[in-house]
């Protein structure tokens, strides 16, 4: 039985308790002449009536599916043999891995033993086993509510003050559960990164020329020494992200400009959802564009030209992920600019100044916080594109200023770091939480220089 059906189940019985309390709530104002002798509305009651039901239901799912993995994966290595069971746990978590994808029929990492086929097959009973325990717990806990709130529900039940304090405080915790999720991903990298700079010192890392994080298994091994210098790995995310920009914020602005300011009604309810459609393409597919089109177009258009051109260059994943942002800027800033009042514009006409100067000195400067606003997430979501720069870019860590030569990012190197079972106690794979947490310090520093900016010009037009 999957979650999700017991996801369904839950909300078939709120949906029925939310009808028995509607219902009872009009039985019981029979008695006290009518619904205008209720304390609150029959929907009140429903409402009442149906978080009761199934906020409980919902908080034991949740605890249950947290613990279930944990508490069956113990009871399964403790049925391991010996020699399974007493091994370090970096290793011992490869065998539990080996275990969760026989049973999700992934790829193991070799050819499974019988007693790893064993294990998995008794993983797999133990989680039928939490399921169906799950399922009848969560069905007597609705019953017994179902039964107790219907005897409770009265003409003087406030059950509007109820259902409000009931939704307020969703409302709270919801705030404070993704405060708790941004804290707990920002130590999560932070602790891996600390443990990362205690093998790799921290002046290595951002002051190192050269990135090869391969590590040497032996000690008498070559040309896997190591290195983690970061700054190639950074210089190619500016250098492509610098591309991007330069091909989206020209275009999505002057886009947006023409959109709001001098296209007809007609032209731009038909153009600008057209535009919005390069949001919504796969970015595999701008990757094989870019890998399959642009990337040998520059390639010949610069052989011709007696350039040495890469077959994989910082040019050709720029401009592809410019196309691709350009939605980004055009749609925000159109928004932007259409929602400038009025009357500036008429002020300005009034005084006698055209059209075109109306433009520049009155609604873009009134209109550039949306638009800052705008490019910052377009400058992000260029800083964390990785298909394109896979398939267009590649993935060599070089550090060039020359768009023509292959280099990578942030982003890839990541991915690349954490792709298959890892062990997480060599610096190969720490890298990845070091790269990521100088990332998002990155990222941090673009919004606080965006909400200066913001704040800077928003007292001045407001």
């Not at 799912?61 to 403790?78: Q, R």
């Not at 717990?137 to 409770?152: C, G, P, S």
């Not at 298994?217 to 896997?224: L, N």
Request: glycine residues 8%; proline residues 5%; contains cysteine.
């Amino acid at each position: 039985m999957q979650p999700s059906f017991i996801l369904t189940i839950i909300g078939l019985l709120a949906a029925a308790s939310y009808l028995m309390g509607r219902s009872r709530a009009f039985t019981v104002s029979r008695s006290c002449g009518g619904v205008r002798g209720l304390h609150s509305l029959p929907s009140h009651y429903g409402m009442w009536a149906a978080l009761w039901c199934a906020l409980p239901a919902l908080v034991i799912f949740a605890v249950w599916n947290m613990a279930e993995s944990s508490i069956i994966t113990s009871l399964v290595v403790a049925g391991l043999p010996p020699e399974i069971s007493n091994l370090p746990p970096s290793k011992l978590g490869l065998v539990v891995n080996d275990i969760k994808n026989i049973i999700s029929g992934n790829i193991t990492s070799g050819t499974p033993s019988p007693a790893i086929l064993q294990a998995a097959e008794h993983y797999r009973s133990l989680q039928a086993l939490s399921t169906n325990a799950l399922t009848v717990v969560i069905l007597a806990i609705m019953t017994v509510v179902i039964i107790v709130i219907r005897n409770r529900i009265s003409p003087e039940l406030m059950a509007r003050n109820k259902v409000e304090k009931l939704i307020r405080l969703l409302l709270f915790l919801s705030s404070g559960i993704a405060i708790l999720i941004t804290v707990g991903i920002v130590l999560s990298v932070l602790f891996e990164a600390i443990r990362f700079f205690k093998i790799i010192p921290l002046s290595d890392f951002l002051l190192g020329l050269s990135w090869s994080p391969q590590t040497a298994i032996r000690s008498d091994q070559v040309g896997s020494s190591g290195a983690f210098g970061a700054i190639p790995v950074f210089a190619g995310t500016a250098m492509i992200a610098l591309i991007a920009m330069l091909v989206a914020v020209p275009i999505g602005l002057m886009s947006a400009i023409y959109l709001s300011e001098y296209a007809g009604n007609r032209f731009r309810t038909v153009t600008k959802p057209l535009l919005e459609i390069l949001a919504g393409i796969p970015t595999v597919v701008y990757g094989f564009f870019a890998a399959l089109t642009v990337a040998p177009f520059i390639r010949d258009t610069g052989g011709v030209l007696g350039l040495d051109v890469s077959s994989e260059s910082a040019l050709a994943a720029g401009l592809v992920m410019g196309i691709m942002i350009i939605p980004f800027v055009s749609s925000l800033s159109d928004d932007v600019i259409h929602a400038v009042p009025q009357s500036l514009r008429d002020g300005a006409l009034a005084l006698g100044a055209t059209k075109y100067e109306t433009i520049r000195n009155v609604v873009i400067p009134a209109a550039l916080p949306g638009i800052v606003g705008g490019v910052l997430l377009a400058v992000s979501r260029a800083i964390g594109e990785t298909m394109i720069v896979v398939m267009a870019a590649g993935l060599s860590a070089n550090l060039t200023a020359n768009p023509l030569k292959a280099v990578t990012t942030v982003t890839v190197q990541i991915v690349t770091l954490l792709v298959g079972d890892q062990e997480f106690d060599s610096p190969k794979t720490l890298a990845a939480f070091a790269l990521g947490l100088l990332l998002f310090i990155f990222t941090l520093i673009l919004n606080i220089i965006a909400l200066y900016v913001v704040r800077k010009y928003r007292e001045q037009y407001e």
